[in-house]
C-alpha cells in the first residue's frame, strides 16, 4: 500500500473492466471495479496518438491536475490516472444515473422544481470553483452527470480553465458562449453566469435561447443578447427574471452567483439537498 504521502501508481491490472458507459471525443468511458477495494469507478481511456493530433495532451495534464484537487458533491471526483504505452486512464467517480442530456433528451423540459434544484447546485459548485481560481467549466448538458441519488455533477474538465481562447471548433457549440468570448475578448468567472444562464433557459424550455440553424445567426444572437422567451411552456416570471439577469451582455453586471441563490425562483423552487425528489 503507498503511504498516505506518495501517489499510487495504478495500472489496468488493478481493474476488472466492465460495461461500456459511452464514447466521447477523445476515448471511452468504461464501469470499472477496483480489484483490492471493491471500489466501482469509471475509467476513462483516452488514445496518445489522438490527444497528440489534436495538441490537447498537455491541456490534459493541466485539467487533471486541478481536477484532482476538487472536492464538491457537484463536481465528478478525478481519483487518479495512469498510462501505458498508447493510452491514458483517468479514475473517475461513477455518476449512476448517467448522462443529464439524454435525461432532458426524455423529458423534452424539466418541471421549474427540478430546474431550480440543478441551477442551484451547478452554481454552489462554480462559487466552489471560483473560489479556487478554476473558471469556465463549461456547464453544457453534455458535460453533466446524475449521480445515484440524482444529484447533479459537472464532469466536464473543461479544457479551458485557464486558457482564455480555447478554439470552439473542438467542441462544436456556440451556444453556450458569451458574447466576449463570441468576439473572443478578455473574460473572467463571470463567463459561467452567463453559461448558467444559458442553461436554465434550456432546463426550462428545452432549447438554448440563441439557437439558430447558422452558426453566423447564433453568434449574431449572443452578440446582440437577442433574448425571446416562447409562450409555450408556461414558465413563472420569476424564472424568466433570474435568466434576464443572467443573460447581460456587460459581464459585470450580470447576477453574481451567491445572489443567485437568493433569487426567490431558487428559494421557492430549488430542493435544500441539492437533489431533485420526483
Ligand atoms: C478528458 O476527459 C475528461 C473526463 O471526461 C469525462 C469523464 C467522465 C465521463 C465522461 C467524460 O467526458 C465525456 C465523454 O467521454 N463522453 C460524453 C462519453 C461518455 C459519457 N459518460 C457516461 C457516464 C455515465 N456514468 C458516468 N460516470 C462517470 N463518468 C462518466 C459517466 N463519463
Known sequence: EASAGEKKRWTLSDFDIGKPLGRGK?????LAREKRSNHIVALKVLFKSQLQQSQVEHQLRREVEIQSHLRHPNILRLYGYFYDQKRVYLILEYAAKGE???????CKY?????????????????????GKHVIHRDIKPENLLIGAQGELKIAD???SVHTFNRRRTM???????PPEMVESVEHDASVDIWSLGVLCYEFLYGVPPFEAKEHSDTYRRIVQVDLKFPTKPIISSAAKDLISQMLVKDSSQRLPLH???EHPWIVQNADPSGVYKA
Open 26 to 30: 477523445f476515448g471511452h468511458v468504461y
Open 259 to 261: 445572489k443567485l441563490l
Open 171 to 177: 467542441c462544436g457549440t456556440l451556444d453556450y458562449l
Open 157 to 159: 474538465f473543461g479544457w
Open 100 to 106: 443529464l442530456y439524454k435525461e432532458l433528451q426524455k
Open 110 to 130: 424539466f418541471s421549474e422544481r427540478r430546474a431550480a434544484t440543478y441551477v442551484a447546485s451547478l452554481a454552489r459548485a462554480l462559487i466552489y470553483c471560483h
